[in-house]
C-alpha cells in the first residue's frame, strides 16, 4: 500500500487499513483525558467501544454549543466509536463487560479509585478474564498517595503542576487556560503508555496496568523547572508573553488591528528583526550575543519591533518579516484558522459524514503515517446506538438482550 501523496491525507478506509487494526479497546471513561485517548487510538484503525450509563451518558454529550439538540463537542470526542450503554454497577452489566473484556485489547477508565473493585471489576476480575489486557486507569493524582479519592479534573493538575504559577502578567493572576489542556496532554501521554503496555506484551504474553495522574504529564511539558529549582534554587515567575531566555518574543499590534507573534529563539533570526526594524545597532551590543542578555534588554528591544509593527498592516508585516526571513505567525481565531491555506494544504481540518448533522468539518488525525494511514469514519454516534450489534457479536441472543434492557443493565 502507498502512503499519500505530500500535502494529501486519505480519504476514509475500513478499520482494517488503520496500524491498529485488530486492537480492541473498551472505552469506559468520561470527561476528557480518558476517552479522547480512546479517539486517538480509534483514529488509526483499533475498534473502541464506548460504554456509558443507560441513563447517564458521557457527559461531553452536552458540552458546550449545540446544534439540534445534539452536542458537537461530542462529535468529535466520539468519533470512530461504537456506542454501548451498560451500567456497571448490575450483576448482569458486569457480567458483560467481563466478557467483552475478554476478548479486547486494553480498558480505559477514569473512575475513582476504588470504584472498578467495588463492582467486581477490579485488575483481578479482568486480568483473570483476560491475562493479556492492558488496563489504562486515568485519574486526577494517581491510583496512591493522600489524594489519590480527591475528585480530579484538568484544572487542578493545571493549578498543581506549576502552568498556572507561570501563566499571566508579573503583575496578575496566575492563568488558567480556557480550553482542556491538562486533559489533551494527559490524552496523548495515555494513548502512549497504551502502545508501550501493548509492545511489552509482545514480549511478555501478559497484560499490565496503566497508573497516569493528569498531574504528571502536564508536570513534564513544563520542561526544566525542577531541574532549575533543585541545583539553582530557581522559581520561574510569571513574565506575561515574554520569554526570560530570549527577546524579542511577544505579541504585537499591528496598523489595522490585527496580532502577530514574534519569536527570535536564535540569534540569527533576532538580528534579522532588528535589521528589519530599523534597530541594527543594537546587534553589535555586547549583551545581544545571547538570548538571556537580549531577554533583560526586552523593553528596548519590544520598543522597537512594536513601534515597527503598529505602523504597518498585517499582510504588510507578514510580507516582510517572510522575505527576512524572520519567524512571525499570525494570531488567528478559529475562522482563520480553517480558512488557512498551510492547514488547507495539511489536510488539518476535514469533512466527516454525519447522519445526525450531516457533513461536519473537524480536526483530522493527529499525523500523517505514509504507509498505514489513519482516518475518520464516522463522527460520534447517538446514545446506545450500537448497543445490540456489539452484544449479538459477543453471541447474545435477541432475548437475551431484551432480558438485560428489562433487568436494567443495559
Known amino acids: 500500500m502507498t502512503g499519500p501523496a505530500d500535502g494529501e491525507r486519505p480519504s476514509p478506509e475500513p478499520p482494517s487499513s488503520g496500524p491498529l487494526a485488530g486492537l480492541r479497546v473498551l472505552d469506559l471513561a468520561t470527561l476528557f483525558a480518558g476517552p479522547l485517548a480512546a479517539t486517538l487510538l480509534g483514529d488509526y484503525g483499533a475498534e473502541v467501544i464506548k460504554v456509558e450509563h443507560p441513563q447517564r451518558p458521557d457527559p461531553s454529550r452536552g458540552h458546550g454549543p ?51 473493585e467495588r463492582w467486581g471489576l477490579g485488575w483481578d476480575e479482568l486480568s483473570a478474564a483476560n491475562p493479556r489486557l492492558v488496563l489504562a486507569r486515568v485519574t486526577g493524582f494517581g491510583q496512591f498517595g493522600p489524594y489519590a479519592r480527591r475528585p480530579g479534573f484538568g484544572t487542578l493538575a493545571e493549578a498543581m503542576s506549576g502552568f498556572a504559577a507561570i501563566t499571566g502578567e508579573p503583575d496578575g493572576p496566575p492563568t488558567l487556560p480556557p480550553f482542556g489542556l491538562a486533559d489533551a496532554i494527559a490524552a496523548m501521554a495515555t494513548s502512549y503508555a497504551v502502545m508501550a503496555a501493548l509492545h511489552g506484551r509482545a514480549a511478555t504474553g501478559r497484560g499490565q496496568v496503566i497508573d497516569l495522574a493528569l498531574i504528571e504529564p502536564m508536570l513534564t511539558v513544563l520542561g526544566p523547572q525542577p531541574l532549575w529549582y533543585d541545583q539553582l534554587g530557581h522559581i520561574q515567575p510569571r513574565t506575561g508573553n515574554r520569554s526570560a531566555n530570549v527577546a524579542p518574543r511577544n505579541t504585537y499590534r499591528t496598523a489595522d488591528g490585527s496580532w502577530v507573534a514574534v519569536s527570535a529563539s536564535a540569534e540569527s533570526v533576532a538580528e534579522r528583526v532588528m535589521r528589519l526594524v530599523g534597530r541594527p545597532e543594537v546587534i553589535d551590543e555586547p549583551w545581544f550575543a545571547t538570548g538571556a542578555g537580549r531577554a533583560r534588554h526586552a523593553d528596548e528591544l519590544d520598543t522597537a519591533v512594536a513601534g515597527w509593527i503598529a505602523r504597518h498592516d498585517r499582510a504588510e508585516v507578514m510580507a516582510a518579516f517572510e522575505k527576512a526571513e524572520a519567524a512571525v505567525a499570525p494570531i488567528y481565531d478559529i475562522r482563520e484558522v480553517m480558512a488557512d491555506p498551510q492547514y488547507q494544504a495539511l489536510g488539518s481540518i476535514t469533512e466527516v459524514p454525519d447522519d445526525e448533522l450531516g457533513t461536519l468539518r473537524m480536526q483530522n488525525v493527529l499525523f500523517r503515517l505514509s504507509e498505514t494511514p489513519g482516518a475518520i469514519r464516522w463522527a460520534g454516534r447517538p446514545h446506545g446506538a450500537d448497543t445490540d450489534e456489539v452484544l449479538a457479536a459477543l453471541g447474545l441472543t435477541g432475548p437475551e438482550i431484551d432480558g438485560l434492557r428489562a433487568a436494567g443493565a443495559l
Do not use: M
Open 66 to 116: 449545540a446544534k439540534d439538540g445534539i452536542g458537537l463537542w461530542w462529535k468529535l470526542l466520539g468519533r470512530n466509536k461504537k456506542t454501548l450503554t451498560l451500567d456497571l454497577s448490575h450483576p448482569d452489566g458486569r457480567d458483560v463487560l467481563l466478557r467483552l473484556a475478554a476478548g479486547s485489547d486494553v480498558v480505559i477508565e477514569n473512575f475513582r479509585p476504588g470504584t472498578l
